[in-house]
Nanobody, 121 residues
Framework: QVQLLDSGGGLVQPGGSLRLSCAAS????????MDWYRQAPGKQRELVAS???????NYADSVKGRFTISRDNAENTLYLQMNNLKPEDTAVYYC???????????????WGQGTQVTVSS
């Protein structure tokens, strides 16, 4: 089995910064893809930033230039550096991952528990 643990959220003033982490543990052969989503009250969950083993990244238009996705392969940890935060960034942020669990190609796909980000003065 695989577990994803999201952390790093909190309360921050507009213009402030936070760094979110998503640590993967368990039966991990390789990580195929890891993404950050967020969900605000009454809204659909939306893709914020994504990173794949192929090296491609993409960002929602609303966060371009402010957020940076990165990964520490040795620690199986995904990060989201969030700068110049705005009130509209307030949401629960979730890590999503697709993980190869063994050489036979068996895969796991799931979500972290989420971490709350609140941007308010």
């Amino acid at each position: 089995q695989v577990q994803l643990l999201d952390s790093g959220g909190g309360l921050v003033q507009p213009g402030g910064s936070l760094r979110l982490s998503c640590a993967a543990s368990g039966r991990i052969f390789s990580i195929r893809a890891m993404d950050w989503y967020r969900q605000a009250p009454g809204k659909q969950r939306e893709l914020v930033a994504s990173f794949t083993t192929g090296g491609s990244t993409n960002y929602a238009d609303s966060v371009k230039g402010r957020f940076t996705i990165s990964r520490d392969n040795a620690e199986n940890t995904l990060y989201l550096q969030m700068n110049n935060l705005k009130p509209e960034d307030t949401a629960v942020y979730y890590c999503n991952a697709e993980i190869v669990m063994a050489q036979d190609g068996s895969t796991w796909n799931g979500w972290g528990q989420g971490t709350q980000v609140t941007v308010s003065s």
